[in-house]
């Protein structure tokens, strides 16, 4: 019976020793579990940091703000960051580091984005939707020729060197100042309620060569002057000039009523004043997005010039804002381009939400805009989307040409299977599209330029004129749009 008695209670001792040390292995395993997940936890945030003599005034007040509530901390140029947003253009004073630029960070400038934005280059251009100009003192027989035969014309001369512009009379004109030059004025702009205006068009350049833009299509920035345009005095640049202190839109009346009362944007309240008016808004806007591309194509080469000099040219997307005059026979004319554009609503708060919103677009658009994420070394947002993305299936068009093709020399072959196998370059070019078609949020695409279905069968015009490259970017879309009517 001892014996007996021993054995059980050795039983019950072993038995409970295992069950504690089961327990004890459970409890391990849990808290091994919470250490693995507070070291996950524990990846560095992305980081973004800022550039310009302003920088830290609140003039990228909004910009921290996206970028805070995207996940992303804030820290030092010298830091290891994923973006840098530069007010300044930072290819001079911060040239040595741009050029050690890591494949894992990005910059919201170009090398030589100022071909497009150079004020008197742009004025004096000869594209379309352009006003007249002439470069002084350079062209200055041309003006003298251009104003003679033009007697009733008015003339603004401006500066590269600062914003002040001025009416004048050819013979008030000092034909010999450098770095000035004299352009026709709109001496006939459509008024609202009594008041000259501009239209700022946000665009965001993602990829240069080839070359890819987007216009935002959420709102636009509407400007007006602080006093009326009628009767005009020349010496009172308030009638005619939009200013820092513009008129904002919810102080003129017949906009004010849509934006301020009825809650729409500044671009669907101008559109219902222009549908008022008997005017079609999108024949309106048509004229900007072509003005647009005049231009960003006139300067691509300028852009992928001075791009070769850096490590990679995908480290680089810009953000612009184009301003336009409209007349009162309804032409659009564009008056200048905008490096780094005013994205403070400090003197007028209401534009907050239009500057919040054109940054997280921008962001989303590049890449830039998930909430949450954290950096990995393995895979950085700048390489090839992962397949959750985008796969082969999502990038081969032309399937009925696909089948028949013997040779990678013909154009719309390089875009079947077999052919980007061979070609790593072009294949994650066109990821990289593909991500920015499915991350445009509020932008849409203005170059490659939209397809109607007709055209999408027939071709795009004109693409004889336009690099391989850009070529070859023009026929994917069209494969894309034959596919997919949302990608037209």
Known sequence: MFGHSMLLRISKYFLLTLFVLSVFLYLLKIESRLVEKQSNNCVP???????????????LQH???????????????????????????????????????????????????????????????GLPYVPTAFKLPNQKGEFKDYAFKNPEKLFVIKSNNHRGINIRKITDVDLEVEGTFVQEFIDEPLLIDGYKFDIG???VITSIDPLRAYLYDGDVLLRFCPEKYEPLDVNNTDKYVVHDNYRPVWEVASLAKHF????????????????SQGKNPEEIWQQ?????????????????TTTEAYPSK??????????????????????????SPNLSSEHFPPNRLLYLQVIYSTLSLVGLGRRGHTDNTEMTWLQAPLETEAAMKDIVVFPEICGKCTSCNEQRCKLCLWCLDKNEELKETLFFAHREFMNRHFYRRIIPPPLSEAEAKSGYEAIEGLTEINQIMHEWIRGKCLLDKSWC
């Open 45 to 59: 945030q992305r980081k973004y940091a800022l550039y310009g003599r302003h920088a830290e005034e609140g003039i």
């Open 63 to 125: 910009v921290e703000e996206v970028m805070d509530s995207l996940g992303y901390s804030n820290t030092s140029i010298d830091d290891d960051w994923s973006l840098l947003w530069c007010h300044d253009y930072p290819f001079k004073k911060l040239k040595p580091r741009m050029m050690k630029i890591k494949p894992n960070q990005m910059v919201n400038h170009f090398p030589g984005s100022g071909y497009i934005t150079n004020k008197v280059n742009l004025a004096t251009s």
């Open 201 to 203: 068009v946000y665009i």
């Open 260 to 275: 301020k009362n009825s809650g729409f944007g500044m671009k669907a309240s101008l559109d219902t004043y222009l549908k």
């Open 288 to 304: 900007a997005y072509e003005a647009i591309r005049a231009i960003l194509l006139s300067k691509e080469q300028a852009l992928v």
């Open 314 to 339: 995908r480290s680089f997307f810009e953000l612009m804002r184009f301003d336009f005059a409209l007349d009162r026979y309804f032409r659009m004319y564009i008056m200048e381009a905008n490096m």
